[in-house]
């Protein structure tokens, strides 16, 4: 003879298992509706399958929950009890559920792609600031330069304009690109000469030059009004290298006032003939419009906020 307490443990009435929320949110439907056919429209399933579900929960229960009369249902007292407690335990899990979605798109990793002299040498230092100011998020910086797609896994990218992007692209003015030669200071006697204008580079001045924008010191010259540049000198892969060679005094290069301004500050470069706009500019570029308040706003007004005058 098995006690009251092993009966209970050992009965499937007594069972501590919920019931299937399936079956549940079709009560609860149902239950809220007072109508089977517009609780099954609001749940994308059939009546049948409603009609099935709440039965199969009355059985489960050992209770009925709808009283049944001419094709209409009307609420138990036990339904009652029961649609209350769905429904509230329902609303707990929708809160929660919202909740942890705000909190993923906040925690959402976002990439955003930088010509990589400009990453290296003006971006990146200035990270941690923007960092400070938006601890919750998390933005991946990749290196990238010219044509590219957002398909690719890129949600933002810093780009000069020369080349073309879809017009569908979203793009967001940053600075005009301003270039001058650069070199160590204590080479500036040996590659500049002193001319009424000012100074400019002496005809046997060692000049660099990068394949990544081969046609820099042309576009100087033209921009600067000075006489068309040798296409003599050092070549090398990258924009950076050039700069990073003309840090070793290996010779003079073309730079880029953001790419090389902190070495300016510092006393690592000079550039003894100032920098001048030379037609291109920068933008953030984005599939589409920036939404106000949201990440992408706030980087755009951080970046504007970086452009000091030369």
Avoid at 95 to 124: F, G, K
Avoid at 183 to 202: E, L, M
Avoid at 240 to 267: M, R
Wanted: glycine share 8%; net charge negative.
């Amino acid at each position: 003879m098995f006690s009251d307490k092993n009966c209970e443990s050992g009965s499937p009435l007594f069972s501590p298992r919920l019931p299937s929320l399936i079956a549940l949110r079709s009560f609860e439907a149902a239950a809220r509706l007072e109508n089977f056919s517009r609780a099954a429209a609001e749940l994308h399933i059939t009546h049948g399958a409603v009609s099935r579900a709440v039965r199969l929960l009355e059985d489960e229960l050992g209770v009925l929950l709808f009283e049944r009369r001419s094709r209409r249902v009307f609420l138990t007292d036990a339904g009652h009890r029961l649609a209350r407690a769905v429904g509230e335990g329902l609303e707990v899990m929708q809160q929660a559920v919202d909740a942890l979605r705000a909190s993923a798109r906040q925690r959402q990793r976002w990439v955003l792609s930088c010509e990589p002299t400009l990453l290296m040498r003006w971006l990146i230092p200035r990270w941690p600031a923007f960092q400070a100011q938006h601890a919750g998020t998390d933005i991946h910086l990749a290196a990238g330069g010219g044509p590219f797609s957002f398909a690719s896994g890129l949600d933002l990218a810093i780009r000069r304009d020369d080349f073309d992007w879809p017009e569908s692209y979203h793009a967001a003015p940053l600075f005009m690109e301003k270039v001058g030669p650069v070199c160590r200071p204590d080479k500036v006697s040996r590659w500049f000469t002193s001319t009424a204008s000012g100074p400019v580079p002496a005809p046997d001045a060692e000049r660099l030059h990068t394949r990544t924008r081969p046609d820099a010191w042309q576009s100087w010259a033209s921009a600067a009004g000075q006489p068309a540049a040798g296409t003599g000198g050092q070549v090398f892969d990258h924009f950076y290298f050039s700069l990073q060679a003309a840090v070793a005094g290996l010779g003079v290069a073309i730079g880029s006032w953001y790419q090389v301004c902190d070495d300016l500050e510092s006393g690592v470069l000079a550039a003894p003939q100032g920098f001048t706009e030379d037609g291109s500019r920068y933008y953030l570029l984005s599939p589409e419009p920036f939404e106000p308040g949201s990440l992408q706003a706030e980087l755009l007004a951080w970046l504007r906020t970086l452009i000091a005058p030369q």
